[in-house]
């Protein structure tokens, strides 16, 4: 995005010093990262960032106001309802395409957003390994609002402990050393200090939870979600039939709290007005059909890892749902072929994670992902045949 820091990375870049990037990054735990990591950064101004910050502050102000919770009361799936739900999430995550609008210009526009955790840790140790590898210039930083790779780390590790010690608060996912996110796992646990726990190895005692360590049964405390239900789902039996202890009133607390999964996600789209959010309806509630669907993108309100979207939408398409209440119509935006690179330029989306402490009237913006493709999807899973594509992260100017 920064004509002259592209071409002087672009200049310097080596396959050499790339396999030397990846083979320290695999380095901390060999096999863990599963998705393709991209041959380079994102580097973005202080005018783009600015665009982007403004966007989700404008966002947080919607989740602030008193009224957010019951203006998300149908968000959350019965079937999946979580007692003892917190006052706020802990965590945010933003996803940004960095897009081309009518007059040629790039700006953000919002694609999704979460209130759930992303690879907050990984990024920790991609930042760190990327500085060894790769000339970052001075005054560009992957950090927002000042941070430090330190005072980060150390906020995330007090959001995620509480009150507890790392012992008693658990990373909770679904088989996770089988999950394509399990390098931040690890990461987590390196930094955090918590362990990394399967839903299935959770013993429940009325309302108190344990897992085992060492042979002694240790209680949990506090839970650091990373279940996502939707996943859950697909499971097997005997998995979804111990998921269902995750409804039961105990003696635990969450965070971030599930049912903030719903709540901040595609079904909070509608609710926002501003320019780098691009329109978005409920399917149900829409009167008169657009005539231009080839324009918009049709999307399940729950679905896992971006599966069921319809990109090139058809009459037909609208037609075929059966539930329109758990659908959204979003204004189509138009990837900017932003990233320069030895063959064809690469799309780009970033992430901007934000963390939500308890006892603030607000979350803070702190650290970034970035994703680059050059397919119709955005997302590592979708670009495996191609180079200069993947996982990476942006620095932004101070």
């Known amino acids: 995005m920064i ?34 990591v991209a041959e380079t950064p994102v580097f973005v101004d202080k005018g783009f960032k600015d665009k982007i910050l403004s966007a989700c502050e404008s966002i947080v102000d919607v989740i602030t106001q008193p009224n957010f919770v019951s203006l998300t009361s149908h968000a959350i799936p019965a079937e999946v309802q979580v007692p003892n739900e917190n006052k706020h999430t802990h965590f945010i995550a933003f996803d940004f395409g960095i897009c081309e609008n009518a007059a040629g210009e790039y700006e953000p526009q919002l694609i999704e957003m979460q209130g759930f955790p992303t690879l907050f840790a990984y990024q920790i140790w991609h930042d760190q390994v990327t500085h060894k590898h790769f000339s970052i210039p001075d005054g560009y930083s992957a950090l927002l609002n000042d941070f430090t790779p330190e005072s980060y780390t150390k906020l995330l590790q007090e959001v995620i402990l509480g009150e507890y010690d790392a012992e008693n608060v658990i990373l909770l996912e679904i088989l996770p050393h089988k999950q394509k996110t399990r390098i931040d796992f690890y990461c987590t646990t390196d930094y955090i200090g918590i362990p990394v726990v399967c839903l299935t ?38 998995i979804q ?76 398409d609208i037609d075929a749902v059966k539930d329109p209440h758990n659908w959204i119509l979003q204004k189509k935006v138009k990837y900017a072929d932003v990233i320069i690179t030895p063959d064809i330029p690469a799309k780009a989306e970033l992430r901007i994670f934000y963390f939500w402490k308890e006892g603030e009237a607000r979350p803070i913006a702190t650290n970034n992902l970035a994703r680059l493709s050059k397919g119709k999807m955005i997302g590592v899973r979708y670009n495996q045949d191609k180079e200069w594509v993947g996982g990476s992260l942006a620095y932004f100017e101070k």
Do not use: C
């Open 3 to 36: 004509p002259s820091l592209r071409k002087q990375f672009n200049a310097s870049f080596t396959k050499e010093k790339y396999h030397s990037f990846l083979a320290e990054l695999n380095s901390k735990h060999a096999g863990a990262i599963e998705f393709r």
């Open 201 to 238: 190895e959770l013993i429940q005692e009325g309302r108190h939870l344990f897992y085992i360590k060492d042979g002694k049964k240790i209680p949990v405390k506090r839970i650091y979600n990373r279940i996502i239900f939707d996943d859950l789902q697909q499971q097997s039996a005997e």
């Open 241 to 316: 039939g111990k998921g269902k202890l995750l409804l039961s009133d105990l003696e635990v607390e969450w965070v971030p709290h599930p049912n903030w999964f719903y709540r901040i996600s595609k079904y909070t789209l509608p609710f926002i007005n501003h320019p780098y959010v691009p329109k978005t309806s409920f399917l149900h509630e829409i009167k008169d059909m657009p005539n231009d669907l080839e324009n918009y993108v049709l999307k399940p309100l729950f679905s896992f890892a971006g599966q069921g979207v319809v990109i090139d939408v058809t009459r037909a």
